[in-house]
Nanobody
Framework: QVQLVESGGGQVQPGGSLRLSCVAS????????MGWFRQSPGKEREFVAA????????YYGNAVKGRFTVSRDNAKNTVFLQMNSLRPEDTAVYYC???????????????WGQGTQVTVSS
């Protein structure tokens, strides 16, 4: 089992930045690819970003390419999502996820966090 706990959400003005964190526990986190998803009211959950266990490979959803950056610190069992140039349409609950493989974490992760709210509004 892998437990995931997100933090760092909040309210920010359009054009601002936030950095989300996800602390993992329960297994050797470097064995897992990690991902971020988001969901806003009335919409399906949307893939945001993913990073391989070694951090060599990253992958982004089209809506966030060039604005968001995913990274990880395996020594601290933590994954980050740096979000810049935020837009009102980025408002959502953001979820951290884990799976043994990068392709799997982008589609059907094995583990999920509880989510953290991000609100982009003036």
């Amino acid at each position: 089992q892998v437990q995931l706990v997100e933090s760092g959400g909040g309210q920010v003005q359009p054009g601002g930045s936030l950095r989300l964190s996800c602390v993992a526990s329960g297994r050797t986190i470097s064995d897992y690819a990690m991902g971020w998803f988001r969901q806003s009211p009335g919409k399906e959950r949307e893939f945001v970003a993913a990073i391989s266990g070694s951090a060599i490979f990253t992958y982004y959803g089209n809506a966030v390419k060039g604005r968001f950056t995913v990274s990880r610190d395996n020594a601290k069992n933590t994954v980050f999502l740096q979000m810049n140039s935020l837009r009102p349409e980025d408002t959502a609950v953001y979820y951290c996820a884990a799976a043994p493989a990068l392709v799997q974490v982008t589609k059907t992760p094995d583990y999920w966090g509880q989510g953290t709210q991000v609100t982009v509004s003036s």
